[in-house]
């Protein structure tokens, strides 16, 4: 298996697969995974973190009926085209709510937009600032 192969297919003890380590939430909110199906199924944990570590992601992403359009975890893992399209969906969106909560402008110079999402990115890789309600200064950890 190559190098990149593997890359896309890594999946953490946790359940986040791929080269950007998506959650399920981060694959509902790019229209990959039934956004319905995965609230029923998160529904007794504060966040998708403490529902991932009891064990409730893998079996979640695992089950194909919880895919929309005919994907499946498997599709996913060896799709480069699904992973960077997922990532530019739920960074455009986060970019978008960053400038309509004022952490970012319109007009900000594109190394401090870098800056924002390498912070932001955090150890897991996953955009989620803005739709936690962060503001301009604070910080995530």
């Not at 319905?36 to 529902?51: G, T």
């Not at 004022?102 to 996953?126: T, W």
Request: overall charge positive; aromatic content about 10%; glycine content about 10%.
């Amino acid at each position: 298996m190559k190098a990149a192969a593997v890359i896309l297919a890594i999946t953490n003890q946790a359940g986040f697969v791929g080269r950007y380590q998506a959650g399920a939430t981060w694959l509902a909110a790019a229209a990959h995974v039934d956004q319905d199906k995965l609230n029923i199924s998160m529904s007794e944990h504060l966040s998708e973190w403490a529902w991932a570590k009891s064990g409730g992601m893998m079996p979640f992403l695992e089950n194909a009926s919880n895919w929309k359009n005919g994907l499946s975890l498997d599709n996913y893992k060896q799709s480069v085209a699904l992973q960077d399209g997922a990532f530019k969906i739920n960074a455009d969106g986060t970019y978008h709510r960053a400038i309509k909560q004022g952490v970012l402008e319109g007009d900000d110079n594109p190394l401090r937009i870098a800056g924002f999402f390498l912070k932001k990115s955090g150890s897991h890789g996953r955009l989620w600032c803005c739709s936690s309600g962060c503001q301009r200064g604070t910080s995530d950890t």
